[in-house]
């Protein structure tokens, strides 16, 4: 089975949990007997990756394509006109597009796979010059994206058409698959959900040394700390992490919020900080990869992931990996997959709070809480979700034969 794989990133040159799912799912399809070639949007290398063959679509740097808008927010992006500092994200698609059907024409294959509407207009010019059945991967929706808003329109019609269009779809959670037929209009019976997964392997044999020293001697102390990790937007839910935090603060002076990632909102909750009185209890770190993200993960006595809608989330499984707890809202689908951690609908602030200051304040619960998520961890594999995957592969390509 050969495979036209569209996706926008892959590590290390990934800005999210997108480029992790998909190289990750690619591996274990690799393990299936399906030879994958991956179009990403730059050139940079993956000498690590011998599972798979990648090509570049756009003759540019990961950095350039990073700049102008692969760590998309939908409230910035609507003219190319100048006026943002990521104007050039569509011309961007475009070119992808352009080149991916050039591919498409020359290479042989049997299934087209495309991850979410940055490569779903290529994925619908393969299709066509192609003949080969189409496969939408959503890790995200712009329902998602705008903190369930409209969001962008034209990244709205970009899905549309690739939801409409596509053979068939897979959803990365029930929750997703829901907004996908109450948003976009898609019938039920067209969407498929393969949850993701983690590579527990990952967290074998980890560094003991942690970069964050300081907070290491505050803990010493008698502080704690709860992380939120991932993009400062709307969708994260972090403006209802901040009132909450004044209210743990209130309650456990010795609590320190660590808060690593950048994005539209981190001006905003800097200053939200301030005025609600809790700026020595909040770090906000800027985006970290490396040694430095899973310090962050390690540090924390509680990852929290408050997020106003999430398709999936892999967060929460990155964090009971590296030894933290976490809680999440019920308006995710990571939520779907974890039975044993602590859930919250985004808006509860208070109830929020009371879950974040209980295990702050006892040190049997959190651990109680980190036991019972990890024997769920553990029984995760991609495996599974290749194997779901590679079922609508055969389906659709006996389907194409049977024409």
């Not at 959900?193 to 020293?213: C, Q």
């Not at 010795?254 to 020595?280: N, P, R």
């Amino acid at each position: 089975m050969k495979v036209l794989m569209l996706g926008w990133e892959l590590p290390p040159h990934n800005s999210g949990g997108l480029g992790v799912a998909c190289y990750h799912l690619c591996k274990s399809l690799s393990k299936k007997d399906v030879d994958i070639e991956f179009i990403v949007s730059y050139t940079d290398p993956h000498d690590d990756i011998d599972f798979m063959k990648v090509n570049p679509a756009i003759p540019q740097s990961a950095a350039k394509v990073q700049k102008s808008g692969i760590a998309y927010d939908s409230f910035k992006y609507y003219y190319d006109d100048g006026s943002t500092k990521n104007v050039s994200i569509f011309k961007q698609v475009a070119n992808y597009t352009e080149r991916v059907e050039q591919m498409a024409l020359l290479g042989e294959f049997d299934i087209i796979h495309a991850h979410d509407w940055l490569t779903f207009r290529a994925g619908l010019r393969a299709k066509e010059v192609s003949g080969k059945p189409l496969i939408v991967h959503v890790h995200a929706t712009e329902f998602d994206r705008a903190g369930g808003k409209s969001g962008n329109p034209m990244v709205h019609d970009i899905e549309y058409m690739g939801l409409l269009l596509a053979d068939r779809i897979i959803a990365v959670s029930q929750l997703t698959k829901n907004i996908i037929v109450k948003e976009y209009g898609i019938p039920a019976e067209k969407i498929e959900v393969v949850h993701n997964s983690i590579d527990i392997s990952v967290y074998n044999n980890l560094d003991a040394n942690n970069a964050y020293k300081y907070l290491e001697k505050m803990k010493q102390n008698g502080y704690r700390v709860v992380a939120n990790i991932g993009r400062l937007t709307v969708q994260k839910g972090l403006y209802n992490l901040m009132q909450a935090a004044k209210i743990v603060v209130e309650k456990a002076p010795k609590t320190i919020f660590l808060i690593v990632g950048s994005g539209e909102q981190y001006l905003e909750l800097l200053q939200l900080a301030a005025d609600l009185g809790i700026s020595k209890n909040v770090i906000f770190t800027d985006f970290q990869r490396g040694k430095n993200l899973r310090d962050a993960f390690k540090i924390a006595d509680l990852f929290v992931m408050p997020s106003v809608s999430e398709p999936f989330g892999l967060t929460p499984l990155e964090a009971i990996g590296y030894g933290t707890p976490a809680l999440v809202s019920y308006q995710s689908g990571v939520a779907e997959v974890l039975t044993n951690c602590l859930k919250v609908d985004f808006w509860d602030i208070n109830e929020l709070a009371n879950q974040m200051t209980t295990v702050v304040r006892y040190d049997s619960l959190r651990d109680e809480l980190l036991s019972q998520s990890y024997k769920e961890f553990q029984k995760l594999s991609w495996d599974d979700a290749a194997h779901k995957v590679v079922s609508h592969y055969r389906r659709h390509a006996k389907l194409v034969g049977a024409r």
